[in-house]
């Protein structure tokens, strides 16, 4: 059974920094592109950051460009997200995802074949 399963996340005042982590479990995902995606309330899903599946290419909302950092280790089949600076506005479920495409820009929800149940991210004023 595959499954990715995200944590890290928690309640955080404004300007702190959290670590998220998406270990994948049931398969490889070496070939795979990883990606960052998040939902707050009343709003849609929203593309967070990706990376290609050697970690040679990033991409990241222009809105969290600058202070959120995608990272993977193929040995660990994990993903990670460094989120510094953050603001109220990050607060959302945040949920990571794989696309057997591999490159890892996509920011179509449907164009990710698996994901993971979300982790909850807090962020206090």
């Known amino acids: 059974q595959v499954q990715l399963v995200e944590s890290g996340g928690g309640l955080v005042q404004a300007g702190g920094s959290l670590r998220l982590s998406c270990a994948a479990s049931?398969?490889?995902?070496?070939?795979?592109?990883k990606g960052w995606f998040r939902q707050a309330p009343g709003k849609e899903r929203e593309f967070v950051a990706g990376?290609?599946?050697?970690?040679?290419?990033?991409y990241y909302a222009d809105s969290v460009k600058g202070r959120f950092t995608i990272s993977r280790d193929n040995a660990k089949n994990t993903v990670y997200l460094q989120m510094n600076s953050l603001k109220p506005e990050d607060t959302a479920v945040y949920y990571c995802?794989?696309?057997?495409?591999?490159?890892?820009?996509?920011?179509?929800?449907?164009?990710?074949?698996?994901w993971g149940q979300g982790t909850q991210v807090t962020v206090s004023s």
């Open positions: 995802a794989a696309d057997r495409n591999g490159l890892g820009y996509t920011r179509r929800e449907n164009a990710w074949d698996y």
């Open positions: 049931g398969r490889t995902f070496s070939s795979y592109a």
């Open positions: 990376i290609s599946w050697n970690g040679d290419n990033t």
